[in-house]
């Protein structure tokens, strides 16, 4: 799921198909998974998602997103070595908030409405148990 910010910083399209419990709401920080217990503040949002996102941002300073585009674009069995080869700017990736690891052009969630954990935006679609 995670590949979704790379896929749209390289101009491609995005589709997630998730089940409701995969995808967070957009929201910062995340809300917490845990249930029955008092919020940790060593463990829970949002310095774990801070810490989160500090891994992250020094993962893309030391050319993290550049080792992953020039791999796609550059492995001559990948059906994406033409991706942004007319593209005059060099892709970038910024990711401000957690919640954008899981953007996508498309989302399905494999579930009704009715059990949804947390309230979507209104471009999300329910499909049902696929099981």
């Keep these: 799921?995670?590949?979704?910010?790379?896929?749209?910083?390289?101009?491609l399209a995005t589709t997630l198909l998730a089940l409701p419990f995969e995808l967070p709401p957009k929201r910062h920080p995340l809300p917490s998974l845990r249930t029955g217990k008092a919020p940790d503040p060593k463990t829970d949002?949002?310095?774990a998602d801070d810490a989160v996102l500090s891994a992250i941002k020094a993962t893309l300073s030391?050319?993290?997103?550049?080792?992953?585009?020039?791999t796609a674009t550059q492995n001559?069995?990948?059906?994406?070595?033409?991706?942004?080869?007319?593209?005059?700017?060099?892709p970038s990736l910024q990711i401000d908030q957690l919640h954008q690891l899981f953007d996508a052009d498309h989302t399905y969630?494999?579930?009704?409405?009715?059990l949804d954990l947390w309230p979507r935006e209104a471009h999300v679609r329910y499909i049902g148990d696929w099981l």
Excluded: D, H, W, Y
């Design 62 to 70: 030391q050319g993290g997103f550049e080792r992953v585009v020039s």
């Design 76 to 90: 001559p069995v990948n059906p994406l070595n033409s991706v942004n080869t007319q593209a005059t700017a060099k």
């Design 109 to 114: 969630l494999m579930t009704i409405p009715q």
């Design 1 to 11: 799921m995670s590949c979704s910010p790379v896929a749209k910083a390289m101009g």
């Design 45 to 47: 949002s949002p310095p």
